[in-house]
């Protein structure tokens, strides 16, 4: 057989092989992704760090994947969004058995000069579904 032919054959099996590969992954459940944000809406008013906030305050018990789930963002993006309230003073974590549970510090100053006048507890007021 001449080298071109031979290296077809190879072709064919390298081919057949990593079909076999990608059969395998198909086996596999997808991986559950955060929403994609909506293209027509490209920025929002609170960042990141505010929709964590403020889901925490909505339900002090929610995992980080749910709140991964509703802000549009991963679960390690959250750890270090609640790093960082934590950090700040915004937030306080509690181990309830094998969960977290947060409290919001609702006395804390807001960080940036133009609204360091208000405190976590007006902005979770003015946000938080009644």
């Known amino acids: 057989m001449s ?4 290296r077809r054959l190879e072709g064919k099996a390298a081919t057949k092989s990593s079909g076999a590969r990608t059969a395998s ?3 596999r459940p997808p ?3 955060a929403p994609a944000p909506d293209p027509g809406n490209r920025w929002t008013v609170f960042t990141n760090h505010g929709h964590v ?5 909505q339900d002090p018990a929610l995992v980080l994947r749910e709140v ?3 802000v549009g963002i991963t679960e390690r993006a959250v750890q270090r969004i609640i790093a960082d309230l934590e950090e700040a003073g915004f937030l306080q974590r509690e181990r309830v058995g094998r969960q977290n549970r947060y409290r919001i510090r ?3 100053a807001l960080r940036h000069p133009i609204e360091s006048h208000r405190t976590v ?4 007021g003015l946000i938080h579904r009644r």
């Open 31 to 33: 991986r559950e992704r």
């Open 3 to 6: 080298s071109i032919g031979s």
């Open 68 to 70: 991964a789930t509703r």
């Open 53 to 57: 906030l403020i889901l925490l305050a």
């Open 121 to 124: 507890g007006d902005l979770v």
């Open 25 to 27: 992954r198909a086996a």
């Open 106 to 108: 609702t006395s804390q």
